[in-house]
C-alpha cells in the first residue's frame, strides 16, 4: 500500500509480531488496500514537495490514518502513530514522518493539488457509495433525500478566507464556513466545499447544486426528477426555490422571508396542534401548530405550503411563523414536518460526529488551500468509515447464508446459537448503532497482537476483556475472509 521512497527506506523483517493499540484498524488494512482506497491517493495527487523519505501521497495517507486512530490534532502523530510500528507495517510503512513534515507537506499544496485531491474524493464515491443501491430500490414517486447546510469553521482573525459570519452563541468570531451536500440516509458526504466565513446559505446554494450534479453524474432532468433537496430557510429564497424546481428537483425547504412567512399565514382559519418528534419522544404537550396555507406563493411549479406558528418566547403574547414548502402532493401535513424535522437530526449528526470523532474543527490551518485538504481528507475518512460498516454488516449477511462458514464460526467461537436473537444479528446491529466517533474512539482502537509476514498482515489476536469482543469478532472474522487474514481472541 505504501509506495517505494528510495534508499532510507529500512527493509521489513520477514515475519513479525507485536503489540499495537489500535490492532483492529490493522485489520482494515487488507480491505482498504484491495479496494484501492489510498492508492487512489497516490496515483491521483502529486504536491509538487522534494521527496527524501517519504511521498507527498504518503503523508496524506499517514494524515487520514490519524485521523482514523482517533487523534485530535496532527502533532498526535509523534505520540501515536509513530511509536505504534506494528499498524505502521500492516499498510506498508516502516517509519512515520514527524507531524511537522506533515505540515510542511499540507502548506506545499496547491490548488490544483486540491481539484486533483476532490476528483480522488469523486472517484472513490463513485466507485463505493450506497446511494446507488438506494436508486435500485426506489419506486414510483419515490425520491432520495440531499441534506444541505453550512456549518461555521472557527479561526485565527490572520487566517486566509477568516471573516466575521454566523456563528452560533459567539459574537464577535473569526472563521470560515463549510458548505455540505449529505446523503441524508446513509450520512455519506457527496461533497464539502470551504468559503469565507461571511457566506451565507442562499449564496452558496448554486453552486453546491452544480458540484452535487458534477459529484452524482445528474445530467439528465429525468435523473435528477429522483433527487429530493431538504434544505433550511437560509437556502430558501425566491431565486434558490425556483432555480431547483426548474432543474426538476423535489424540494422540502423552509421559506427565506419571515416577513412573506407572517403574511402567508394570516390566511390561515383553523390550525392543528403537530407536536415535533422530540415532543413526541418525551410525551410533553405540543406548542406548534400548522395549517395549509390557503393562498399560497406561486413558483415556477405546483407545491403545498404549510404555515407552522409556535409561541414567542421573548414576547409571552404573539407567535412566531415560518412557512414549509414542499413538492410532495400527497402526504398528510404531520408527515411532511416530521420529516423536515429530521433535517436538522441528520444534518448537525453528521457535522457532530466529524466534530468529534475526526476532530474537524480542531484541525486548523492558516492557509486557504491548506484546510481544503484537510477538509477532503476528512471526506474520505468520513465515507470510509460509512463504506467499512455497510462492508461489515454485508459480510455477516453473507456468512449467514454459508453453512460451512457458520460451522466454522460455531467450533471457532465454541458459540451454540442457542439464543433467542443469534450472534450474526447481534453483529450486524452493533455494527449498524455505531457512528464516526465510535467506530474511532472504539472499534478502531481495540488493543492485540499483530503477525505480520512478508509485509502482509496474516494474524490478529484481539484482547478479550472488551465489551462485545465475540460479535467484534465476528464482524472481522466475516469483513477478512477473503484476504486470509486469521483473527483470534487471546486470555481476558
Given at each position: ?490 486470555k481476558p
Amino acid at each position: 500500500m505504501a509506495r517505494f521512497r528510495g534508499k532510507r527506506r529500512k527493509k521489513t523483517k520477514e515475519k513479525m509480531t507485536g503489540e499495537s493499540p489500535n490492532a483492529s484498524l490493522a485489520a482494515m488494512a487488507p480491505i482498504i488496500e484491495q479496494k484501492g482506497i489510498f492508492q487512489s491517493i497516490h496515483d491521483g495527487v502529486d504536491i509538487p514537495q522534494k521527496t527524501l523519505e517519504y511521498l507527498p501521497s504518503d503523508k496524506l495517507v499517514i494524515v487520514i490514518l490519524s485521523m482514523l486512530s482517533g487523534n485530535s490534532t496532527i502533532s498526535d502523530v509523534n505520540w501515536t502513530l509513530r511509536i505504534d510500528k506494528p499498524l505502521l507495517m500492516a499498510f506498508g510503512y516502516s517509519s512515520c514522518p514527524d507531524q511537522s513534515v506533515l505540515q510542511d507537506t499540507l502548506n506545499a499544496a496547491t490548488c490544483e493539488n486540491v481539484e486533483q485531491l476532490r476528483e480522488v474524493a469523486t472517484s472513490l464515491f463513485a466507485q463505493h457509495n450506497l446511494l446507488s443501491r438506494q436508486f435500485h430500490q426506489l419506486s414510483g414517486l419515490e425520491s432520495v433525500t440531499m441534506d444541505f447546510d453550512l456549518s461555521a469553521q472557527p479561526c485565527s482573525k490572520r487566517a486566509e478566507g477568516a471573516a466575521k459570519g454566523y456563528f452560533a452563541k459567539r459574537k464577535n468570531t473569526y472563521g470560515r464556513q463549510l458548505a455540505r451536500v449529505s446523503v441524508a440516509d446513509t450520512a455519506e458526504i457527496v461533497l464539502d466545499e470551504l468559503y469565507r466565513g461571511n457566506t451565507v446559505s442562499c449564496v452558496a446554494f448554486k453552486e453546491m447544486v452544480h458540484q452535487m450534479e458534477r459529484v452524482l453524474a445528474l445530467e439528465e432532468k429525468a435523473t435528477r426528477t429522483r433527487i429530493r433537496l431538504r434544505l433550511d430557510g437560509g437556502f430558501g429564497t425566491d431565486k434558490n426555490i425556483n432555480f431547483a424546481l426548474s432543474r426538476g428537483y423535489h424540494l422540502l425547504v423552509k421559506m427565506y422571508s419571515g416577513n412573506r412567512a407572517r403574511k402567508l399565514c394570516q390566511s390561515v382559519e383553523n390550525w392543528s396542534a403537530v407536536p415535533t418528534t422530540r415532543q413526541q419522544l418525551s410525551r410533553k404537550s405540543a406548542t406548534r401548530q400548522a395549517a395549509f396555507i390557503q393562498t399560497p406563493h406561486r413558483y415556477c411549479r405546483k407545491t403545498r405550503q404549510i404555515g407552522i406558528r409556535t409561541p414567542n418566547e421573548k414576547n409571552k403574547c404573539g407567535y412566531s411563523y415560518c412557512v414549509i414548502v414542499t413538492t410532495d402532493l400527497t402526504s398528510c401535513m404531520s408527515e411532511v414536518l416530521a420529516d423536515y424535522d429530521l433535517r436538522s437530526g441528520v444534518c448537525e449528526s453528521v457535522f457532530c460526529q466529524d466534530n468529534q470523532g475526526l476532530a474537524l474543527r480542531k484541525r486548523r490551518k492558516h492557509g486557504f488551500i491548506a484546510q481544503q485538504m484537510l477538509m477532503l481528507l476528512t471526506q474520505i475518512a468520513h465515507n470510509l468509515i460509512v463504506w467499512i460498516k455497510q462492508w461489515g454488516i454485508d459480510a455477516i449477511a453473507l456468512g449467514q447464508r454459508c453453512e460451512e462458514w457458520v460451522e466454522q464460526i460455531k467450533r471457532k467461537w465454541q458459540t451454540d446459537f442457542q439464543t433467542t436473537e443469534s450472534i450474526f444479528n447481534k453483529s450486524i446491529a452493533m455494527l449498524a448503532e455505531r457512528g464516526i466517533k465510535r467506530f474511532t474512539h472504539q472499534l478502531f482502537a481495540l488493543a492485540g497482537t499483530l503477525t505480520i509476514k512478508n509485509g502482509k498482515l496474516v494474524r490478529i489476536v484481539l484482547k478479550a476483556g472488551y465489551p462485545m469482543i465475540d460479535r467484534i469478532a465476528i464482524a472481522l472474522t466475516a469483513l477478512l475472509a477473503e484476504t486470509n487474514v486469521e483473527i483470534a481472541l487471546g486470555k481476558p
